[in-house]
């Protein structure tokens, strides 16, 4: 270090104010890796912090998304078709990439399907979407919900099928 500076002392410098910029620019390299240690550390604290929430919230997001595909899943066989709740994580540490899908099956011979508006018809959706609430029954304390015109587009096959599932749900004891 000492050979640095004498080596620098040394120099003759033309421009009298390039010693200043000097000194200013490395003060400010010296300041923004102060910045950089210190984002880092807290970086580094919010990182667990997420990875506690996480490590608490997954296990309980994925307990309360199986149970309710066995809710979903037995609504689905009662009215004689096939539906699966599926919780996709994507291997992924972006949240708002994870995903609840309802994969459904309306049809004889078909395949499971993630529910899609511009596959599936009106009244499979309604048939979907009420199925699935009543199947957040089970894991919710909320004691009703609300929909308006959920039959909108439902054959009367699976009208009369759902809302006999809604009347016995319903009168089920011990059930919000």
Same mark, same amino acid.
């Given at each position: 270090?000492?050979?640095?500076?004498?080596?620098?002392?040394?120099?003759?410098?033309?421009?009298?104010?390039?010693?200043?910029?000097?000194?200013?620019?490395?003060?400010?390299?010296?300041?923004?890796?102060?910045?950089?240690?210190?984002?880092?550390?807290?970086?580094?604290?919010?990182?667990?912090?997420?990875?506690?929430?996480?490590?608490?919230?997954?296990?309980?997001? *994925?307990?309360?998304?199986?149970? !309710?595909?066995?809710?979903? %899943?037995?609504?689905? =066989?009662? /009215?004689?078709?096939?539906?699966?709740?599926?919780?996709?994580?994507?291997?992924?540490?972006?949240?708002?990439?994870?995903?609840?899908?309802?994969?459904?099956?309306?049809?004889?011979?078909?395949?499971?399907?993630?529910?899609?508006?511009?596959?599936?018809?009106?009244?499979?959706?309604?048939?979907?979407?009420?199925?699935?609430?009543?199947?957040?029954?089970?894991?919710?304390?909320?004691?009703? *919900?609300?929909?308006?015109?959920? !039959?909108?587009?439902?054959? %009367?096959?699976?009208? =009369?099928? /759902?809302?006999?599932?809604?009347?016995?749900?319903?009168?089920?004891?011990?059930?919000?």
């Amino acid at each position: 270090a000492e050979e640095k500076k004498v080596r620098m002392d040394s120099i003759v410098i033309s421009d009298p104010g390039a010693q200043q910029r000097y000194n200013r620019i490395s003060q400010k390299i010296e300041d923004s890796e102060k910045c950089l240690r210190e984002y880092e550390a807290s970086r580094a604290v919010c990182e667990a912090t997420v990875q506690q929430l996480k490590d608490a919230w997954l296990p309980e997001m *994925r307990r309360l998304v199986t149970k !309710n595909n066995a809710n979903f %899943s037995e609504a689905f =066989r009662n /009215v004689g078709i096939a539906g699966e709740v599926v919780f996709n994580e994507l291997e992924n540490e972006d949240f708002a990439k994870y995903s609840i899908d309802l994969r459904v099956k309306f049809r004889e011979g078909g395949e499971l399907m993630t529910l899609d508006s511009a596959y599936h018809s009106g009244g499979e959706s309604s048939t979907s979407t009420i199925l699935y609430l009543m199947a957040l029954q089970g894991v919710t304390t909320s004691p009703f *919900r609300v929909v308006d015109e959920i !039959n909108q587009g439902m054959d %009367s096959i699976n009208e =009369r099928s /759902v809302f006999k599932l809604l009347v016995d749900a319903a009168t089920e004891p011990d059930t919000p």
